[in-house]
């Protein structure tokens, strides 16, 4: 069908230039029309008049429609359970969990293209599905791959910004240092410099999104390479897909690592807009920030031990049960240290969730990874037992909504068993992820013409005041 469309097509434009074109000609503009089929931002140019004349019909109708109300308890705990931003790239039910464009993730292994049969998904097929809400053919992905292949240059600059740090800072400084390194280069800075239309805003932010997300990866394996390999760094392979290449240049040439790779960034790309890292991205790049500039403030958000350096936390509690009590702990043993640990007034890392209600669908599927790849590891069978373990003792305590596991109680364990076991860079890891996310969603907060944030803040004398009044 697409031939005979493709012909059709080719003879409307033969009526319009006098059917001129002789064959080579036709065969060249054929090319064309599947080099642009190919082309992820040809497709963005389709869909956003479509979606900006829906949001502004929307937004005329329906503005003042009133999505909920404010308590006292939503201002002082963090604005928790507050909708108050828009964004398309994924929605997370707290039943449910993640949906990518309305796809779970199940959804996205089985119909995302992958780089063998019944593998997992290409990051690079979700960036597709993440900026046009429609699953990309096998075709699509390589060409996007290999057009992220030819973005990824990083200037020496920016190693030597890094370098300029001593190599025990902590690995996301040394990343997020080396993201506002490649800011020199931002195409939106210099757009908007020379006066871009707003309307043409996402154009420049759509370069440096792409170039941001294809030389994330250079960056973060420099930076691994440098703290614990002594600074033998590998060269990319072009050869190799986003996920694949990723593993390489840390030095993981496994294809299981490699597939297991592609699945990290695949599940940690995105968690709609009000988690900490996709928050900050977007408040910052409303002030119209560049995406670099906007990317490294959601870097620094995700460092955070109550975000991002949560994966770090739970392998390095794993293994402290094993430093004390051994590798074949019992599952009583076990419950008396989720007890010590609780009763020291610390958290056990990776459980909870601050929306999600149900065991974590990221976590599901990496333990279906473990299932298959590596199933009599012990660290694999002690996370195991903690799934049995953990949430009862969680929810006797009856201060935890969610007692089940989330996506952090099981990559370091992954990681670690395929060899990348330096439990600090693993944040490092959720960075390049993110990129993903962050970037698809900063490029249709230009193409919407979304506007600067600007919430309201009030003082506890205020809260006070109102709250008398009230009653």
């Known amino acids: 069908m697409a031939f005979f469309r493709s012909l059709t097509a080719l003879s409307k434009l033969r009526s319009r230039v006098g059917q001129q074109s002789n064959l080579s000609n ?10 642009s089929d190919l082309d992820l931002q040809s497709h963005l140019r389709e869909l956003i008049p479509e979606q900006q004349d829906r ?8 503005g003042k429609v009133q999505l909920g109300n404010i308590t006292v308890d939503m201002v002082l705990g963090g604005m928790r359970g507050m909708t108050g931003l828009l964004w398309e790239t994924s929605l997370l039910d707290p ?10 993730i199940p959804e996205c292994q089985k119909l995302l293209p992958a780089a063998k049969p019944d593998g997992e998904p290409l990051p690079e097929g979700l960036l597709w599905l993440l900026l ?4 990309p053919n096998k075709e699509q992905v390589d060409a996007l791959s290999k057009e992220l292949q030819s973005r990824a240059i990083v200037p020496d600059y920016v190693y030597k910004a890094i370098d300029a740090l001593p190599v025990t800072s902590h690995p996301m400084t040394q990343f997020a240092t080396g993201v506002m390194g490649l800011q020199v280069q931002s195409e939106f800075q210099k757009a908007y410099e020379k006066g871009i239309h707003k309307s043409k805003y996402w154009e ?22 440098r703290i614990y390999k002594d600074g033998h760094i590998i060269p990319k392979d072009d050869s190799l897909d986003y996920g694949g290449n990723f593993s390489h240049m840390l030095g993981f040439d496994s294809p299981q690592m490699q597939e297991l790779m592609r699945l990290y960034v695949t599940i940690h790309s995105d968690h709609e807009g009000g988690n900490v890292s996709a928050h900050t991205g977007h408040l910052v790049a409303s002030a119209l920030s560049d995406p670099y500039l906007s990317f490294a403030a959601a870097l620094n958000g995700l460092a955070g031990p109550l975000h991002g350096l949560a994966n ?3 392998l390095l509690w794993i293994k402290s049960v094993v430093d004390e009590c051994g590798e074949n702990i019992t599952k009583e043993q076990l419950k008396d240290y989720v007890w010590k640990t609780l009763n020291s007034g610390k958290v056990v890392p990776g459980f909870g969730h601050g929306v999600l209600r149900k065991t974590d669908p990221r976590y599901t599927c990496q333990r279906e990874f473990a299932l298959k790849h590596l199933p009599d590891d012990p660290l694999f069978q002690l996370v195991s037992n903690l799934y049995e373990v953990v949430p009862p003792i969680l929810t006797e305590l009856g201060k935890v909504k969610n007692p089940w596991p989330n996506v952090d109680a099981h990559s370091g364990v992954l990681l670690n068993y395929f060899g990348l076991t330096e439990a600090r860079y693993f944040t490092v890891l959720f960075g390049v992820s993110r990129s993903l996310g962050i970037c698809s969603q900063l490029i249709w907060d230009r193409a919407l013409g979304l506007p600067l944030e600007r919430p309201k803040s009030v003082t506890l004398k205020w809260l006070e005041d109102y709250c008398k009044k009230a009653a």
């Open 132 to 135: 046009t809400g429609k699953v």
């Open 204 to 225: 420049p932010t759509y370069e440096d999104s792409l170039n941001l997300i294809a030389r994330v990866p250079l960056v973060a394996s420099y930076v691994y390479r």
């Open 95 to 104: 039943d449910e969990g993640i949906r990518f464009r309305g796809l779970s």
């Open 55 to 62: 949001l502004k019909k929307f937004k005329a109708e329906h």
């Open 312 to 314: 770090q936390e739970v």
């Open 26 to 35: 036709s065969v060249r503009w054929l090319q064309m029309q599947s080099s």
